[in-house]
């Protein structure tokens, strides 16, 4: 059972705007930053958002992460079919001095 | 950034196996870094964290006490001893570089294989 919720998958269409909630608690997203991975099938995982709401280079402004109390969320807006992957979020648990994962969240463009 | 791991491959219930990850490309020292695993059709599980000069180290409670991170910053190698195996630390086991902040993953090796079976 993983420490972050978030659900198991979303959907849209080309050129929508999705939503993927990651809901935690006052020791990790309550108090810590939130890191968001895509990974591809069948590759290993690449960062998309660090520290909360921020993009590498290379990641395009379609992604943007923000948070909430104990709850974060990564937008992707016009979306595209090379969006289809699953995603991660990541924080630090700073009661046990682990990080935690969600469970992740498998988008689908239809 | 390279990350390159090996080591991975069949181990028997009460065995041990240990894992090696190569890294070239950036100063190795500077960086903390991890190892995370994904068990076949699962989700990320972060495994082990150790920081630059070692004298920062956290495993995830699935582990501790059986798993040993490791690193030598003369070789630019960062090591997972895993003893104890058991059928449920079957998965892929990635090497993953911290940010020198330690607040974020920010490249991650290909992956090795590690099964637990009989």
């Known amino acids: 059972q993983s420490v972050l919720t978030q659900p198991p998958s979303v959907s849209g269409t080309p050129g929508q705007r999705v939503n993927i909630s990651c809901s935690g608690y006052?020791?990790?997203?309550?108090?810590?930053?939130v890191n968001w991975y895509r990974q591809l099938s069948g590759t290993a995982p690449r960062l998309l958002i660090y520290?909360?709401?921020q993009r590498p280079s290379g990641v395009p402004d379609r992604f943007s992460g923000s948070k909430s109390g104990t709850s974060a969320s990564l937008a992707i807006s016009g979306l595209q079919s090379e969006d289809e992957a699953d995603y991660y979020c990541?924080?630090?648990?700073?009661?046990?001095?682990?990080?935690?994962f969600g469970g992740g969240t498998k988008l689908t463009v239809l | 950034v390279q990350l390159v791991e090996s080591g991975g491959g069949s181990g028997q219930p009460g065995g041990s196996l240990r894992l090696s990850c190569t890294a070239a490309?950036?100063?190795?020292?500077?960086?903390?870094m991890n190892w995370v695993r994904q068990a076949p059709g699962k989700g990320l599980e972060w495994v082990s964290y150790?920081?630059?000069?070692?004298?920062?180290?956290y495993y995830a409670d699935s582990v501790k006490g059986r798993f040993t991170i490791s690193r030598d910053n003369a070789k630019n190698s960062l090591y997972l001893q895993m003893d104890g195996l058991r059928a449920e630390d079957t998965a892929v086991y990635y090497c993953?570089?911290?940010?020198?902040?330690?607040?974020?993953?920010?490249?991650w090796g290909q992956g090795t294989l590690v099964t637990v079976s009989s």
């Open positions: 993953a570089k911290d940010d020198a902040s330690g607040w974020y993953v920010t490249d």
């Open positions: 490309g950036f100063i190795f020292n500077n960086y903390p």
């Open positions: 150790i920081n630059g000069n070692s004298n920062q180290i």
């Open positions: 006052s020791s990790t997203i309550g108090s810590n930053i």
């Open positions: 520290k909360t709401d």
């Open positions: 990541a924080a630090w648990d700073g009661s046990l001095n682990v990080w935690v």
